[in-house]
């Protein structure tokens, strides 16, 4: 009686404990959702000025050539500050005027060009047009900045917040969808970073990994576990090394790949080839060992009944083994690409932290990758890179949470395709 | 006699051991000559030989572990692939020494099947199950004539009505019993001159042994069938001739009715009367 009742008591504690450990880390785990999410969220949005562009012949075109070539030489630089000028008439002196034309972005110019080479036709007549704010307005803007502060503990200066508030009064101007984070690289200006620059240079690592590390990590796989001889000296060796690869710290990786791929191959430096190559030499053993276990736990029965019926060992093993086995070789593949994708040490290393606007176009151009772009934006004081970093991180675990998705999805089609 | 007794006498008769009994048939299929079978250092066959008859259906019974399962899949090469094992001796089919390093065990398969103890599907459509054999044999020319052998083994099989609805079902859906009589539809789908069965009715229930034993018997009319049983009762209902095997060794051979009856060996006789398992 008192046993069964202590036994019972055991068992409910032992329940108890689970779901208390459970909660825990759901707790922590959305507090750091909470935290990411509360500092990240307004990274979503920027703030644009509303300018009425006159694309003056004059400044533009004076030979009337429409001649692209020749137009995209003019100073484009001047239409902006024309333009903010007629907006506030009472700011006066070179000095203001310079701080005046601060508060736009200095990436406006770029985005006139781009929109006069679209419409040549537009020469000669006005538009208006919504512009890139500062990255110091931006803060104002999303609050980040308080205005009630006194004027020498803020960024921005009693003046400027004048202008602004001129604008916002006249509703020229406004927060937008953040475009720009999602289609430019690096830059050193907060409000003109993007992270597609990192994304690009992380997928472009994360398909050599795949390339490289799947075919031949099933292939190592297939071969140790169904045809290599049992008790052999020689694969037992193998297979202790493949073990212990598979602790090795990734950074040793990195300065192989420093070694190998760069001094000695003489590969390109910051590439999305040589990152994957690192990341795969990384994911190799996780791959094999995972897929070796999957195909271990394939009854040997099954293989039994195609020998039987006369099928060649390879066919037995093709035909029957390995499609059983694919669910579990896909999750260890996707998991472990997915530490590939958080990876960031091996990259350090090989030279793929350097600070690079242009997005990738392909694996042998220069790039960063997605942990490496949130340290390097970490690494950076201004208001408008911590919310940057914040942005990346969500990208990086939605990034994940979709490979981790694939995995899970990947393993029940397959999982009912057989049965 | 008492249990020690039949112990020494047992390693007695062993040592000195002659199967019992006429092993020869006159019109054999296989022939089996002086077959020893070794797992590394442990002999699990010693010096057997045999004859196995056109259309016969042989049943091998003994106390567990005593080497029918050893010494049937000698007749397929399944031992092949256990690392360990080691056959030696001569063994003739068509007179081809199958045992021989040069003979390709991949048609030799496909004339000798096998249904295993525990019924193994494929993990894949019932139809696939059954195509599996005559596509990598490229027995079929094209989808219909593979239509044809895979429901007329099923038809053989005795299972084409339970599932003909349902071809597209997975094999491993099916209850034990099926699933065995469609393991053995996959085996005859390659048109087999043999058929090999390991105790094939050991993890089925009653009704549907008795399912899988009627089509033994009907099956025997076109193919020679080597069946492996502990039940006793079994081998008399679907067997012409009985061997009896005891520790690795053919102790006696003859018509199953003979060896149920009238036993010759004293072990024979212990093991029909049930003194050991
Ligand atoms: N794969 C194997 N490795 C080593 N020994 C084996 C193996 N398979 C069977 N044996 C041994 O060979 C003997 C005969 O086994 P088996 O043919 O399975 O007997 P049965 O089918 O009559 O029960 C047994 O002693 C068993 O332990
Ligand atoms: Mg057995």
Redesign the interface.
């Known amino acids: 009686m008192n046993n069964l009742k202590s036994r019972l008591a055991k068992e409910k504690r032992f329940r108890l404990y689970g779901v208390a450990s459970i909660t825990l880390a759901l707790f922590l785990l959305s507090l750091l959702f909470v935290s990411i999410f509360s500092q990240g969220y307004t990274a979503f949005q920027e703030t644009k000025i509303q300018l009425n562009i006159n694309f003056s012949e004059e400044i533009l075109d004076p030979n009337k050539t429409k001649d692209w070539e020749i137009i995209k030489k003019s100073n484009f630089s001047l239409l902006v500050k024309n333009s903010v000028n007629e907006l506030f008439p009472n700011v006066s002196g070179r000095s203001n005027k310079r701080k005046l034309k601060k508060i736009i972005s200095s990436s406006a110019e770029y985005q006139l060009r781009d929109y006069v080479k679209n419409n040549i036709n537009t020469i000669g007549k006005s538009k208006k047009i919504w512009v890139l704010a500062d990255d110091d307005v931006d803060m104002l803007i999303k609050g980040h900045i308080n205005r009630i502060l006194p004027e020498d503990e803020r960024r921005i200066d009693n003046e400027e917040l004048k202008w602004i508030e001129f604008l916002e009064s006249k509703n020229l101007i406004d927060k937008f969808f953040n475009k720009t984070f999602f289609t430019s690289g690096d830059s050193s200006e907060s409000e003109q970073s993007g992270i597609l620059g990192a994304f690009i240079g992380s997928l472009f690592a994360l398909s050599i990994t795949l390339i490289l590390s799947f075919p031949i990590g099933i292939a190592t796989a297939i071969y140790m576990e169904e045809f290599a001889p049992k008790n052999n000296k020689l694969i037992d060796f193998v297979e202790v090394n493949i073990n212990n690869l598979a602790a090795v710290p990734s950074i040793i990786f990195g300065l192989l790949g420093l070694a190998i791929f760069l001094n000695f191959f003489e590969l390109p430096r910051s590439a999305p080839l040589v990152g994957g190559m690192v990341l795969s030499l990384m994911t190799l053993p996780t791959i094999i060992i995972s897929s070796r276990v999957s195909l271990k736990s394939v009854p040997p029965s099954i293989k039994e009944g195609a020998l039987g019926v006369g099928a060649s060992k390879i066919q037995a093993v093709f035909h029957h083994v390995v499609p059983v086995a694919m669910p579990g070789i896909l999750t260890g593949t996707i998991i472990g690409m997915a530490r590939a994708l958080g990876e960031s040490a091996p990259l350090l290393v090989i030279g793929m932290v350097a600070f690079i606007v242009d997005i990738p176009q392909s694996v042998t151009d220069p790039a960063t990758a997605l942990p490496i772009q949130i340290y390097l934006w970490s690494d950076t004081p201004e208001r408008g890179f911590v919310e940057r970093t914040s942005a990346a991180i969500m990208v990086l675990l939605v990034f994940l949470i979709f490979m981790n998705s694939l995995a899970v999805y990947l393993r029940k089609k397959f999982e009912k395709d057989i049965g | 006699m008492n249990n020690d007794d039949l112990i020494k006498e047992t390693e007695f008769q062993i040592n000195n051991s002659e199967t019992v009994g006429n092993i020869h048939v006159e019109d054999p299929r296989i022939i089996v000559k002086n077959i020893n079978v070794r797992y590394g250092e442990k002999l699990a066959i010693n010096n057997v030989s045999i004859d196995i008859g056109k259309n016969e259906v042989l049943a091998m019974i003994g106390p567990s572990g005593c080497g029918k399962s050893t010494f049937l899949r000698c007749l397929?090469r399944?031992n092949d692939?256990i690392?360990s094992c080691v056959v030696d001796g001569e063994l003739y089919l068509d007179n081809e020494n199958i045992l021989d390093e040069k003979t390709d065990?991949?048609?030799?398969?496909?004339k000798v099947?096998?249904?295993?103890q525990?019924p193994?599907?494929?993990?894949?459509?019932i139809y696939e199950n059954v195509a599996?054999?005559p596509k990598?044999?490229g027995l079929a020319k094209n989808k219909i004539e593979l239509d044809e052998i895979v429901f007329n083994s099923l038809e053989k099989a005795g299972l084409f009505n339970e599932v003909k609805d349902r071809l597209d079902?997975?094999?491993?859906?099916l209850s034990g019993g099926q699933q065995q009589r469609l393991?053995i539809a996959?085996?005859i789908?390659?048109s087999p001159e043999v058929i090999l069965m390991d105790e094939p009715c050991s993890a089925l229930d009653p009704i549907a042994t008795a399912k899988v034993e009627e089509l033994i018997y009907e099956l025997k009319e076109n193919f020679t069938i080597v069946i492996v049983t502990h039940a006793m009762q079994q081998a008399a209902r679907v067997s012409q001739r009985t061997a009896y095997f005891h520790l690795g060794n053919l102790v006696e051979v003859g018509p199953t009715q003979k060896i149920f009856t009238t036993p010759q060996h004293k072990l024979t006789e212990s093991y029909i009367t049930g003194r050991f398992g």
């Open positions: 397929n399944m692939t690392e065990v991949v048609p030799l398969r496909a099947g096998m249904v295993f525990k193994n599907p494929f993990p894949k459509s599996y054999g990598i044999h079902a997975p094999g491993t859906s393991c996959r085996t789908a390659v």
